[in-house]
């Protein structure tokens, strides 16, 4: 059966990626991301593009390809966000 | 006995839902959840219903002695508190709970102004029962698809809440029993029950958003 996930768990999961997989120091690209977190091109680069504005994500041009890298506000986010899944999760419902 | 168990209760219930109310609405600053948003206002409501009967009754105590607010405090209380409960259950996604016709929806409000206070509370205390069932079941089968055992806490915190509105509810029907302290008893539990995993929630380094 496939699982939903919220469009909180899609963040999660995009900027766990850009922490804990970077290929290489300059960051992540979009193929990548799209490969790990599972999600499809287009709903990828708006919520990339919407990361970035919240300055949750760094975006950098390498060779003509954007790569992303996660940044501090990112991380303290993905701190937050683990620690309050896990708050929801005892109330058995999904951040 | 029973006014020392009323206050206990009520304190203990604006106490836990303070505090979860507080770290849910930390969770939202950080985090935009809705979820989050909705377990906010569910607790700070539970919270602020547990505050009004307590604050009603202990001005009456103190200060009033009309002998006549009780019932309406104990009734404005039981109805925040009911609003409460709507959210947490809401929160698990109830989604053919009101009627789909407009003109339906019009009629929901009108029983409440043609009883009177006891049959109000009547009304919140087995709403609050359905809300709560409701929260406790399906956090249970949360807890058999991702076995956290935070949830079985929380499962059995909101079915002690159930049982003691169910209680409350039933002691109208023999008064002076032991139905109402048991009932106080089971509330003051579940509500201990609920704050155990919130508790546990690591905030070391989580703050308010700028």
């Known amino acids: 059966m496939a699982v939903y996930r919220t469009h909180m768990k ?29 999600i499809s091109h287009s709903r990828i680069s708006g919520i990339l593009s919407t990361l970035v504005s919240q300055g949750l994500l760094e975006q950098t041009a390498t060779s003509g ?31 | 006995m029973e006014f020392l168990l009323e206050n206990i209760l009520n304190l203990t219930g604006f106490l836990v839902g303070l505090g979860i109310g507080v770290m849910s609405l930390i969770g939202y600053k950080n985090t935009g959840s809705p979820t989050l948003f909705r377990l906010t206002v569910a607790f700070f ?11 009603g009754y202990t001005a009456e105590d103190l200060f009033l002695h009309t002998g006549s607010i009780e019932g309406w405090v104990q009734t404005l209380g039981t109805g925040i508190q009911t609003v409460g409960y709507f959210f ?26 043609l009883t009177s206070s006891v049959q109000l509370e009547h009304i919140f205390r087995s709403m609050s029962f359905i809300f709560l069932a409701y929260g406790a079941i399906e956090t249970m089968l949360s807890y058999f698809e991702n076995r956290n055992r935070g949830a079985i806490s929380v499962a059995v915190g ?34 201990i029950a609920l704050f155990i995993p919130v508790s546990r929630v690591p905030l070391t380094r989580v703050r308010f958003d700028k």
Do not use: C
């Open chain 1, 10 to 38: 899609i963040i999660g999961e995009i900027l766990e990626t850009t922490q804990a997989d970077l290929q290489d120091g300059n960051g992540a690209s979009v193929t990548y991301l799209i490969r790990k977190a599972n």
């Open chain 1, 65 to 95: 390809t954007n790569k992303y890298k996660i940044s501090q506000s990112g991380r303290e986010f993905l701190h937050a966000y683990y620690a309050f899944t896990k708050f929801a999760d005892s109330f058995g419902l999904s951040i």
């Open chain 2, 45 to 55: 409501s539970i919270s602020a219903g547990f505050f009004v009967i307590w604050a």
């Open chain 2, 88 to 113: 947490i259950a809401f929160s698990h996604s109830i989604k053919s709970f009101f009627p789909k016709s407009a003109h339906f929806r019009m009629m929901i409000p009108l029983p409440l102004f």
């Open chain 2, 158 to 191: 909101l079915g002690l809440l159930a049982l003691g509105e169910f209680l409350g509810w039933y002691s109208f029907v023999f008064p002076d029993s032991i139905l109402y302290p048991a009932s106080m008893v089971s509330r003051i539990g579940g509500l």
